[in-house]
């Protein structure tokens, strides 16, 4: 593997951005910046961005009193901000509103049509704005959408055009079976297996009553359906980008589990419509709530980004949003509960040590050797994590270093051999900061800017205390 590809899913703009946008975004910077360290900047392409059309933003707009298109050029900003201040490296901000996205979808949806994958029909039922899709009955929780129980779903009949998912059903089952495309976590795969064994029927892929969209290129009349361009994101920036086109396929498209069906089922089968090479992976995520809530502009309980930064700074709001519960799992948070690792893990974990072996050095006057090497002793063990997506585990190998260098610290009772003159101090002290920059190594893309510091202050010939990194709140 020379390059690798992730991306996040483009998010609508009909909300600003809050903590749930922010966990699959923070968690796709980590692995990029993984994976920029292993294969170098240039071999690694990280995608994220806003999904701007359909019915859902259309209505935003009519209640802001303005333009679709002016509302998104007002809300983007919001989420190029947000990212800034997560320091969120990515390589491109896509909007499906850009005009070489708009013509690159019209080409593969004509090429599509013209393989007769496509014919028009009519289609009635239930639609929900929130979601952007239909719903079958069996969706329903008391007459409402599940995941949008504040909006009614609308009925709705209309002449649509459609695409013939069904005629994908064998072939998709065999791709995901083998792993052609990887679902991940494994416990994903078997629920869309199962779901996919079940009747699949042939969706709706453009809009008679939204005029907010991409036409449909040979019917002026109708838009394609948001879903089915916002999927075509993920290609068409490869396609139009300089430079890009090798990066297709992905390696992997970082979700949330709300919208695996859509990033497995209906994107591999237009992908294969379209003669394109199928992304390698798809992983969802759970959802990161707090005080049990899933945040959205329907349930009116966003929390932002700033708020997590305000309180607990950058690099500790990245670290605290990923390393929580499992990668793939749903975790609920309260501000205390995250208080409290911030101050264990944080402040008097990684902190403390890294202000006591200063402060160590500074006093035994340490001289460091230049060549001083630090390695990341469980390297294999950290790279199994990162590569099976576990961050959690990934980053939680620097509990037991810090425990160790603890024990260290307590067991060599380096103040005492300052005192004596003692020349072992230096062998002590040479482990102890490798054991901090190794430390530091292993967290580089969860906290760039904690470990540049702590690169710095422990790269000099002359080690001095520093600030602490992590203030106690
Ligand atoms: N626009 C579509 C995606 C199109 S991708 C081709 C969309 N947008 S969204 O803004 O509603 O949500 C996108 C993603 O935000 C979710 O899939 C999920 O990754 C993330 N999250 C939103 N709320 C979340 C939590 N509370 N917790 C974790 N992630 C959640 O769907």
């Known amino acids: 593997m020379n390059k690798f590809y992730l991306t996040t899913p483009i998010f609508y703009i009909n ?5 749930g946008h922010a966990y699959v975004t923070v968690a796709a910077d980590i692995l990029a910046r993984y994976y920029k360290e292993k294969l170098g900047e240039e071999n690694v392409f990280f995608l994220t961005g806003t999904d701007e059309h359909g019915a859902k933003i259309a209505e935003a707009a009519k209640d802001a009193g303005k333009n679709p298109k002016e509302f998104a050029d007002d809300i983007v900003p919001k989420f190029e901000e947000a990212w800034k201040l997560l320091n969120i490296d990515y390589s491109h901000f896509f909007r499906t509103t850009d005009p070489r996205h708009e013509k690159k979808v019209s080409e593969i949806l004509q090429k599509i049509y013209n393989k007769g994958l496509i014919y028009e029909g009519v289609y009635e039922g239930l639609y929900c704005v929130g979601c952007e899709k239909f719903l079958a009955e069996s969706d329903l929780v008391e007459e409402k959408c599940p995941l949008h129980p504040n909006l009614t779903p609308v009925h709705q009949k209309e002449k649509n055009y459609f695409f013939k998912l069904s005629e994908f059903k064998k072939d998709l089952i065999g791709w995901f079976e083998k792993g052609t495309v990887e679902i991940l976590p494994k416990s994903k795969k078997s629920e869309i297996l199962g779901k996919l064994r079940d009747e699949l029927k042939d969706i709706a892929i453009s809009r008679e009553g939204v005029s907010w969209g991409i036409p449909i290129p040979w019917d002026g009349k109708q838009t394609i359906y948001v879903w089915v361009e916002a999927l075509f994101n993920y290609y068409t920036a490869t396609q139009f980008l300089e430079n890009k086109k090798d990066f297709w396929p992905a390696d992997v498209h970082l979700i949330g589990k709300d919208i695996l069906w859509f990033h497995t089922v209906i994107w591999v089968a237009l992908l294969k419509a379209a003669d394109l090479e199928l992304p390698k992976s798809v992983f969802a995520t759970g959802f990161f709530t707090i005080n049990g809530a899933k945040m959205s502009k329907s349930a009116g309980n966003s929390i932002s980004p700033k708020e997590l930064v305000d309180k607990f700074g950058v690099d500790a709001t990245r670290f605290l949003l990923v390393s929580r519960f499992p990668f793939g799992q749903d975790g609920d948070f309260s501000f205390e509960k995250l208080t409290e690792a911030y101050n264990a893990e944080l402040a008097n974990g990684l902190g403390n040590l890294v202000s006591r072996v200063a402060k160590l050095c500074e006093s035994a006057d340490f001289t460091q050797n230049s060549d ?26 620097v509990w037991g270093r810090i425990g160790e260098l603890d024990r260290f610290v307590d067991s060599e ?30 967290l580089r893309p969860f906290m760039p800017e904690t470990t540049e510091r702590i690169e710095k202050q422990f ?15």
Request: glycine fraction near 2%; avoid cysteine; charge should be negative.
């Open 15 to 19: 909300d600003v951005p809050h903590i």
């Open 372 to 397: 001083s090497d630090s390695h990341v002793e469980n390297k294999e063990e950290y790279d199994s994590a990162i590569n099976d997506f576990r961050l959690e585990d990934a980053a939680s190998i």
């Open 413 to 442: 009772k380096p103040w005492e051999l300052v005192k004596r003159r003692d020349p072992k101090i230096k062998s002590v002290l040479a482990h102890l900061v490798d054991g901090i920059l190794e430390i530091s190594g292993i």
């Open 459 to 473: 790269s000099e010939a002359k080690i001095k205390s520093a600030p602490p990194l992590f203030p106690r709140i």
